[in-house]
Each structure stands twice: as C-alpha cells, then as structure tokens.
C-alpha cells in the first residue's frame, strides 16, 4: 500500500461515515471507533511533525543533509561557509549533529531552501574524490607497458636511464605498493614483474620470434 | 522528457551488475529526484527479487504475464498483451508495507525469459532488434532515466537491449576474467554498432559509455594493479576506435561492502537499508559522478 491508497481508502471511510453517521451505534462499533480515533491522533501527530521538520514542503534539503552523501562529505566550515554564503547568518552550534540541525532551521528561516539544495548537491559533487593519478599518468602507463614488450637487456638498457625517483612514480601511478624501506633493485623486480602481466593481459607482449 | 536510455550488460556474472542498477538507480529516485525505470531483463530476475518481496514478485508475475517476458512473447506470437501500466510497479514496499521512493519504478522479469532465447531465432533481423524498443519505447520518454538490467550474456535479449539504449554501462570487477571479457565485449558492441545502423537514427549508436568497478579492496596490491590493467586496456581500447573516446571509467570504485548483500535479503536497495555504510556512500557518490557524465557536467 502507498500512502495514496491509504487516502483513497480514508476519504472513501469518510463519505461512508458521513453518510450513515445518523443512523449507526452500538457498543461495538463505538469501542471501535474510539480505538480508531486513538491510532489517527498518533498518525497525525507524526504525519505533522514530519512535515513540521521539512517545512514548506521542501524535503530535498532535509534529505540531502540526512544521506549517505551528507555524512560522508559534511564538515562544520562546509556548514558554516555555505549558511554565510546563502543567508548571510552565522553558524553556532560546535558539534556536527546540531550544525546539520541549525543550518536547516537558518535555511528554512531565511526562506533559501532551493539555494541551500543547490549548496549541498555542489558541494557534494566537488567532495566526490577522483584519483586523477597526476598529469603524467598516461604516459606513464605506456612507458610501463613498452618495458613489459621489452626483452631483458633492453629492458636493463632502460631502467639504467633512469632515477631512483623516476622508478618510484612510475610504479606508484601503475598500482605498485611499496615502501620508503624498498629498494631500487627491488623496485625494478616489482616493475619488470608487473609490466610484463600488463603487457601479456592487454595482449600487446611481444610474440616470441620463431626462428 | 529527455530520457537516458543505458544498458547495463557484462556477459560475465557475478561482476555487480544488479547491485548497481538497484542502488544506482534508487540513488538517482531519493538524492536526485530523477524518475527512474528500472527494466529487468534477466531470466534471474535478480533486480525484481532484490526491489520486491520473493511472495509479492511471484504473485505479480504469475505466469509471466505482468513482466519483461510478456514484450518478447508478444513479439513471437504477434498478440498485444502486454500492458505496461498494469506490469510496471511503482516505489520500493519497506517492511512497514508502505511505499518509499515513489521515482523508482521496476517493470519486473520473469522465469519464463528463459525460454525465449529457444525461439527468437524464429524473427528475423531487423524486428528481433527492435522488439524492447518497439515495446517500450514511448514509455521511455516519461522517466528521467531508463536502466535495463541485462542477463549475463550477448544472446538476444541483450542484443535488443543494445538496440534499445543510448550507451552501454559496464560493470566491471577488478580481475583478469573481467578484463579478457571486456575486450571481446567491445568488438562485439562494434559489430552490433555496424549491423544495427541502418535501422537507428544517426545520433544512436550503440557504445561502452562508462565502465564501473565494484567488490573493490584495497588491501594489498592486487586491485590496484588489476584496476591499472582494466585502465591500459581501456587506453588500448581507445586507441584502436573499438572504444568512443566518452567511454569513460567512472569513479569512485565500490568498494566489497557485507550491508549491500544484506539488502538484498530486506529487499531494499542499500541506500534505505543501511545509509550509513561505506556500500551507500560510495553508490552515492558514484550516482554523483554517473549524473555529470550523462547530464554533460563532466
């Protein structure tokens, strides 16, 4: 059931009652009735105070402060620049649970729900972390791949060319774990190891020559 | 309406491919207020199961009837039975046996899909292809998003998935199995690219648009070599025309997350499940970035 049935099934209750409302008694019905009238108060008292606590109707701001996304990305100065931002006021409260509470009643205050709904989703949009791997990514996830293709002296050849700090950042940005306490020599293992998979996974090793 | 249309298809199982249609797709209805549909396509009927209650699924499909198999059987038989309206159910019921996310929509899959890839080969192309579109179509044009939720294979009814969507979206998890399968799923996505032409209008074209991992651990360096690998092959991928250069490999990854197989117990996406679990926050945040890339805020 939705809660549009339920209304449905309400009003029709409603029209029913009203019409026979003249003519029906007994103590059956009036027990009844009475427990009725008991679980519509509790109904009412919490349909009110959840459309109390999202004002207006705008729910989306409440939502948004409540989601996964919320308690993940929502920090106190977040709360505090956007309320100073949207409405011009200053957050007090120290602790997060209140601050989520007091920017909403501050929001809803100064009538910003929608600019306080565009707030949140920005920040969150902003807060969502995306590992870009830094702007020499690509290649060096091609240099990774051509010394995986290379046979063993060329790929020495190579990695004598190159720094300690140079084998570091390639490795980092192709998914090598390691250690301040690892060494070149195994560093260069790990690489030899892992470019060669690369290679032999993506399907661009070289073929063995046949003669 | 402007209506994204994405095929959710992997021919490997078990990459999470319901799991991020369900959250995905519940994400977008509750912190998007996007409308969102919901299409099952796999004879599992993983999506439906996970979205209903087993007892009010099998009672809604009985005999197929009110499901995604009613489209195919009507296309074999040539019969109009099927009713979307009547088919598709409105909102996730939570214990409490009211509804929630009054966006999120579901047209359910039935058992009965299984003995439609025995005889589809009866249609000829290009009506084979055409079948979910034809069918649904027009139903598309009322929701913000449309996520068709394919069975773990290339076979017909996946095909008129393809047919049927703006973009393919790959759910990936991070292994060597994945990756052998997604090259061979890009050079089959480019022949169905080549054979469906003709019958599409210019503007859609079958494609990989996203790729996202989940079952992530980061633990260790396995994951991250592997996601390496899957981005090497993607670049490869690239390079050789079989990938558009808007395929993109969505972040952030999902990590393994024990509240998101427990939902589907509840039958509740995780979202309303368990908000609080890293499995929530993350499908959030990837909701995040699947709005900007396919609402062109990339």
């Known amino acids: 059931m939705n809660y549009l049935d339920l209304s449905s099934r309400l009003l029709q209750l409603g029209e029913r009652l009203a019409k026979h409302a003249g003519k029906i008694d007994g103590e059956t019905l009036g027990r009844s009735a009475r427990r009725l009238a008991a679980q519509l108060d509790a109904f009412e008292e919490h349909l009110d105070s959840y459309l109390a606590s999202r004002k207006s109707g705008e729910l989306l701001l409440e939502t948004l402060i409540r989601s996964p996304a919320g308690k993940r990305h929502l920090t106190i100065e977040l709360l505090k620049h956007g309320l100073r931002r949207i409405a011009g006021k200053r957050l007090k409260s120290e602790d997060l649970p209140a601050a989520k509470r007091e920017f909403i009643e501050l929001i809803h205050e100064a009538g910003k729900q ?24 690509l290649h060096l996830q091609h240099e990774f791949i051509r010394l995986g293709q290379l046979a063993d002296e060329e790929f020495a050849q190579e990695i004598g060319k190159r720094t300690f700090g140079e084998l570091r950042r390639m490795a980092g940005v192709n998914g090598i774990k390691f250690t301040d306490k690892t060494t070149k020599r195994r560093l260069t293992a790990l690489i030899r190891r892992y470019a060669q998979r690369a290679a032999l996974n993506i399907g661009v090793a070289r073929v063995p020559s046949q003669t | 309406m402007s209506s994204k249309v994405l ?45 209903m209650r087993p007892d009010r699924w099998r009672e809604h499909v009985s005999k197929g009837r009110r499901s995604s198999f009613q489209i195919y059987d009507d296309a074999l038989h040539g019969k109009a039975r099927f009713d979307f309206d009547e088919a598709v159910v409105k909102g996730v019921v939570t214990w409490t046996g009211f509804t929630d996310l009054p966006r999120l929509h579901l047209l359910p899959a039935a058992v009965e899909l299984l003995r439609i890839e025995d005889r589809i080969h009866e249609l000829r192309a290009p009506v084979v292809y055409q079948i979910l579109d034809s069918a649904l179509g027009l139903h598309f044009k009322g929701y913000d998003y449309v996520l068709l939720d394919c069975p773990p294979n290339l076979y017909s009814t996946t095909k008129t998935a393809i047919f049927a969507a703006d973009g393919c979206v790959v759910p990936y998890v991070p292994d060597y199995l994945s990756l052998s399968g997604l090259m061979v799923l890009a050079e089959q996505i480019a022949e169905m690219r080549e054979k469906f032409a003709p019958y599409l209008p ?41 990938l558009s250069d808007r395929a993109t490999l969505l972040q952030p990854y999902i990590r393994h997350c024990v509240r998101v197989a427990e939902s589907t117990s509840e039958h509740l996406p995780v979202i309303l499940y368990a908000p609080g679990s890293i499995g929530a926050q993350d499908y959030c945040d990837l909701t995040q970035r699947f709005v900007d890339l396919f609402e062109g805020k990339k």
Do not use: C, M
Request: glycine share 10%.
């Open chain 1, 114 to 137: 929608d600019k306080g709904v565009e707030f949140l989703q920005g920040a969150f949009a902003q807060a969502v972390h995306v590992e870009t791997g830094g702007k020499d990514k």
């Open chain 2, 7 to 51: 095929a959710f298809i992997n021919f490997k199982g078990g990459v999470g491919k319901t799991a991020t249609v369900v959250n995905i797709g519940a994400t977008l209805a509750k912190l998007h207020e996007k409308k969102v549909l919901i299409v099952d396509l796999d004879p599992q009927s993983n999506s439906s199961v996970w979205l």
């Open chain 2, 202 to 242: 210019a503007r859609r074209k079958p494609n990989i648009a996203a790729v996202i991992v989940s079952h992530y651990r980061q633990a260790g360096n396995v994951f991250r070599l592997a996601v390496n690998e899957l981005e090497l092959s993607l670049s490869q991928l690239h390079a050789t025309g079989l």
